[in-house]
């Protein structure tokens, strides 16, 4: 069963095309895990996708193995190879319970900004999808060099001296206006009632001037299962259900960080 477009708020797509999109993530398996219908939805109206992985999933050993099949699970999705990155700096180990430094990861998110020159940036919420501390600490440094972006742009508009300029630290503005969206974490039994989600989202009122709704171009078998099977060495039963049953694979509600 295929769908064709499937933007909800269609009036959004206009401005948001040829952009450079870049989405931050945790672990080799995310992107297809949780972001399908986003990247899909980004790769289909034509803009430039770029992922950044902060740790290769080294939790048990198989890093090396993992970075490889992020790769091929992106080329899977349309995603070009040399789009994809991994953090080199070894300041985000792999681990549930391990929280990542804010500053840390807000400094690495600005300078992937910078890199890939990108307009728009995407990670989960402060709830994280799965609750996983790896998760939430994007959110928390994405949050912050958003807070950030702000205020330095604010601040730089309003005054043309240098005395100004330099208090906020004249490096960390990349004096363009950077868009950054949170994948929505919903209720558990929302979480699960995979294709049954895109109607009820539908009737639950959002916000529309600050949220995004992207459904999944293919429903069976589901559009992450394709780039899921490019990670061997993590694809065992649960995220194969994970991937029939849930409604990321079909559905993405997408925040504005403000
Ligand atoms: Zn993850």
Redo the contacts with the bound molecule.
């Keep these: 069963m295929k769908k064709q477009s499937n933007h909800i708020d269609d009036d959004n797509n206009s401005t948001l095309i040829k952009r450079n999109i870049l989405f931050v ?3 080799p ?2 992107e297809c895990m949780f972001f399908t219908p986003t990247i899909q939805h980004y790769t289909n109206i034509g803009n430039e996708i770029f992922v950044v992985c902060l740790s290769n999933g080294n939790a048990v050993g198989l890093g090396k193995i993992r970075e490889k099949e992020l790769v091929d699970s992106c080329i899977d999705m349309g995603i070009k190879k040399e789009n994809v990155y991994f953090d080199q700096t070894n300041n985000f180990e792999d681990g549930m319970k391990i929280i990542w430094d804010t500053d840390l990861v807000e400094k690495t998110i600005h300078s992937f900004v910078k890199q890939t020159s990108a307009d728009i940036v995407i990670s989960f919420d402060e709830c994280g999808i799965s609750g ?1 501390s ?2 939430i600490s994007i959110s928390n440094g994405l949050k912050q060099f958003i807070k950030n972006q702000s205020m330095a742009t604010t601040t730089s508009s309003s005054s043309s001296s240098s005395s100004l300029s330099n208090r906020t630290n004249n490096s960390s503005n990349l004096n363009k206006e950077i868009k950054a969206y949170k994948l929505e974490t919903v209720n558990i039994i929302r979480k699960y009632i995979g294709i049954a989600d895109i109607p009820l989202t539908k009737l639950l009122s959002y916000d529309e001037n600050s949220t995004q709704t992207f459904i999944a171009t293919q429903l069976f078998p589901p559009s992450s299962y394709s780039p899921m099977t490019k990670h061997k060495s993590q694809f065992v039963w649960f995220r194969y259900l994970f991937v029939f049953l849930s409604r990321y694979s079909f559905i993405n509600t997408l925040i504005e960080i403000k």
């Design positions: 993530i945790a672990h398996d995310d996983h790896n998760h």
